[in-house]
C-alpha cells in the first residue's frame, strides 16, 4: 500500500457557515467535530455523520474560487434509504423527486441551503458498501 491511508476532509464552500451548520446538524443529524476560530477572521466548521469520523466536512468561506453550491456527487450511505428519507422528511430535508435505482444500490438527492448537491445511497448486490469495485 502506498503513503495514502484515506480521505478525511471534503470542503463545502457555503454562504453563512451558521445556517449551514445548523442545516448539517439539526436536518442531516451530523456531529459537530470542530468549531472554532483560525487565521484572520476565518472559522473551522468540520462536521462528521453521527458517530463516524472517517471522513468529515469542513464548511468553508475563505476559497474565492470556490462557489457556494457548487458541490455535486457526493454520496452519504444509509442502511435503508426508506426509512432514512421518513426521518430526514420530518426534521425538514426536502428530497428532489423519487429514488433512482441502480445496479450499486438506490439514491435519493437533495440540496443543501446553498445548493450543494448531495445524495443518500442504499447499496446493494455483493459489493455493498463499494461502488462497483473490482
Known sequence: MGSIQRISVISIPVSDQERAKAFYVETLGFDVIADAEFGQGNRWIQLAPEGSRNTSITLVTWFDDYAP???RGNLIEVRD??????????????????????????FLAFADPDGNRWSLHEPSGPSAGGMGTT
Open 69 to 71: 453550491g457548487s458541490v
Open 81 to 106: 434509504l426508506d426509512e432514512a428519507r421518513v426521518e430526514l422528511t420530518h426534521r425538514g430535508l426536502e428530497f428532489e423527486g423519487d429514488a433512482n435505482v441502480t445496479p450499486w444500490g438506490r
